[in-house]
């Protein structure tokens, strides 16, 4: 099934789906489903024509932020996470460079 996304004044994507990507600054991100959400840290950087590609960076242990309390991220919810990340960032026409 193929995802509409829709973006929000320029700084949200968010799906059909449920879950919505929000540009925090331009160091961070947040990645939000249901009622949880995790906060990744970008960076943007010129690449040699001087368009600006980004890097994402994922943190070493994924937590996610419920309310007032934080639990683990399935290993497996990772991958789709990242690739949903991905999508908003083109969506926005961001494109990422990098993930580390």
């Given at each position: 099934?193929?995802?509409?996304?829709?973006?929000?004044?320029?700084?949200?994507?968010?799906?059909?789906?449920?879950?919505?990507?929000?540009?925090?600054?331009?160091?961070?991100?947040?990645?939000?489903?249901?009622?949880?959400?995790?906060?990744?840290e970008?960076?943007d950087?010129?690449?040699?024509?001087?368009?600006?590609?980004?890097?994402?960076?994922?943190?070493?242990?994924?937590?996610?932020?419920?309310?007032?309390?934080?639990?683990p991220?399935e290993?497996?919810?990772?991958?789709?996470?990242?690739?949903?990340?991905?999508?908003?960032?083109?969506?926005?026409?961001?494109?990422?460079?990098?993930i580390?």
């Amino acid at each position: 099934m193929t995802e509409t996304l829709q973006i929000i004044s320029g700084k949200c994507v968010t799906s059909p789906q449920g879950w919505q990507l929000d540009i925090l600054s331009l160091g961070a991100v947040r990645y939000a489903e249901a009622e949880r959400s995790i906060i990744l840290e970008v960076e943007d950087r010129p690449n040699v024509t001087g368009d600006l590609e980004w890097i994402l960076y994922t943190p070493d242990n994924w937590v996610w932020t419920i309310s007032d309390r934080k639990e683990p991220v399935e290993k497996g919810k990772i991958p789709e996470i990242l690739n949903r990340i991905g999508l908003a960032f083109w969506k926005l026409d961001m494109p990422i460079k990098e993930i580390v």
